[in-house]
């Protein structure tokens, strides 16, 4: 059984770091990810990261986030630079068992239960 749990976030500034992490177990993932959910919004791809290290982002969060992945350790983690107001939302750690990067969450089979950031103008 898969299992995908979160950890960082919180509040910070604006134009300040957080860093979120997601450490997966059950088996071989071979493309991880982030989305996030803002209130009244529809979920959003941000990062997506394959087996080997290809990556993908979001437009809102290029040249802002960096998504890194430590395989031996079966982890995923985003770090967040120059964080706005609108970048509030609940962070949620995604995983597909196929090695490509697709933006929509129907195409993720594994989710964690997310983590809150906050971001203060």
């Known amino acids: 059984q898969v299992q995908l749990v979160e950890s960082g976030g919180g509040l910070v500034q604006a134009g300040g770091s957080l860093r979120v992490s997601c450490a997966a177990s059950?088996?071989?993932?071979?493309?991880m990810g982030w989305f996030r959910q803002a209130p009244g919004k529809e979920r959003e791809f941000v990062a997506g990261i394959r087996w080997s290290g290809g990556h993908q982002y979001g437009e809102s969060v290029k040249g802002r986030f960096t998504i890194s992945r430590d395989n031996a350790k079966n982890t995923v983690s985003l770090e967040m630079n120059s964080l706005k107001p609108e970048d509030t939302a609940i962070y949620y750690c995604?995983?597909?068992?196929?090695?490509?990067?697709?933006?929509?969450?129907?195409?993720?089979?594994?989710w964690g239960q997310g983590t809150q950031v906050t971001v203060s103008s």
């Open positions: 059950g088996r071989t993932l071979y493309t």
């Open positions: 995604a995983a597909r068992s196929r090695n490509d990067i697709v933006v929509y969450q129907t195409g993720y089979e594994y």
